[in-house]
């Protein structure tokens, strides 16, 4: 193959992972948004892009060019989920479950609050409550919120 055909390809490559929201401009962007990994802001980028990201459609973009081998359990994506709300969360945005499709999505509204906050055109709130399953201990006098900007 020549060097021209490998960075067409390259270029190609780049061009779709931008398409699907999981391209490297994208993840970085998110990165300075969200607490996450860069595999979770994939998935924030994939469901950016989508009216509903389905679990398949997720685990095909994520891991689909690894060997059969090589593939987590698809249960990975829900696992991964879980975390991607909390994220999502701590930015005032909220995940919905679209039940009988296998799927999550973002609304309108919070797809363009996270994209201005991916622009720098809105900050990301600096501490937003949390809610938890389990009460937390109180904090110690003095103590400060954990938040994601300082």
Known sequence: MALDDTVRLQDRVQELEALLGVGDDDVSRLLTVLDAT????????????RAVAGREAMFTVLFGARPECDKPE???IDVQMVKVRAALQKVG???RTE???GG???TRADKARLRAMMEGREPPPACSPVASPRPSPLPAPGARAACLVP
């Open 74 to 76: 698809i249960k990975l």
């Open 38 to 49: 860069p595999q979770q802001c994939e998935m924030v980028g994939f469901m950016l892009k």
């Open 99 to 101: 039940w009988g499709s």
């Open 93 to 95: 945005i909220e995940v």
């Open 104 to 106: 999550w999505s973002l």
